[in-house]
């Protein structure tokens, strides 16, 4: 079982450039979220699914736009990169009628010169 | 959704028992809470996971009082490995950013 998975590992982006980060989960879950997490913080939550075909704002959403491509994808899009979005992004899934145990893939550490 | 407040930071040596509390005083009815671990450069590993009373799996033991306004996460006999954040959730999903969480130092 792979569990979740993160691509690419690392990227270092432009300026002004776009890119999205990518994340599958094999364990048939339903929701799934993107998280940044800054130098010395804590996660905050970007986008989440509760489920496929819906999305949300979390906490900290601007800059960002997501895609729930099916129950087992979801990613996250930078349009136009800026140097405050440089931190690490982990993507997680969850099962939430199984109680709040959430599964985290490796992170996605981004830099933006 | 409830507020948790945990510290900074605490330090420990190998073999010893650590206890971090959490304190959430806005837990509702439905609120799990939840403890997850963090090494440098990987995601957060859930710890384990309590409703009410105390929880016991083979990593941790985790109490709360009847109130549920607080939790402790207890590590028995906690090694140099055992170094990490450790992050208090309270919710019954996850639509919510972690805090800081309280980072543990063990040494030798």
């Known amino acids: 079982n792979a569990g979740v998975t993160q691509t690419p590992k690392f990227q270092v982006l432009k300026t002004g450039q776009s890119m999205t980060l990518q994340c599958a989960q094999d364990m048939n879950h339903n929701s799934m979220y993107w998280y940044r997490q800054d130098p010395g913080m804590g996660l905050r939550l970007i986008y989440y699914?509760?489920?496929?075909?819906?999305?949300d704002k979390g906490e900290v959403p601007n800059g960002y736009n997501v895609s729930r491509l099916n129950k087992r994808e979801f990613s996250l899009r930078l349009e136009s990169a800026a140097p405050s979005q440089t931190s690490v992004y982990f993507c997680?899934?969850?099962?939430?009628?199984?109680?709040?145990?959430?599964?985290f893939g490796q992170g996605t550490r981004l830099t933006v010169v | 959704l409830a507020k948790t407040t945990q510290p900074i930071s605490m330090d420990s040596y190998e073999g010893q028992e650590v206890n971090i509390t959490c304190s959430h005083n806005?837990?509702?009815?439905?609120?799990?809470i939840t403890w997850y671990q963090q090494f440098p450069s990987q995601g957060p590993r859930f710890i384990i996971q309590?409703?009410?009373t105390k929880v016991t799996n083979e990593v941790a033991s985790l109490f709360i009082p009847a109130d549920r306004k607080s939790s402790t996460l207890s590590l028995p006999r906690v090694s140099l490995s055992d170094t990490a954040v450790y992050y208090c959730?309270?919710?019954?999903?996850?639509?919510?950013?972690f805090g800081a969480g309280t980072t543990v130092t063990v040494r030798a």
């Open positions: 699914s509760a489920s496929e075909g819906t999305t």
């Open positions: 997680a899934s969850s099962q939430v009628d199984r109680g709040t145990e959430a599964f």
């Open positions: 309590g409703y009410k």
């Open positions: 806005n837990i509702a009815t439905n609120d799990y």
């Open positions: 959730l309270v919710g019954d999903d996850y639509k919510l950013s």
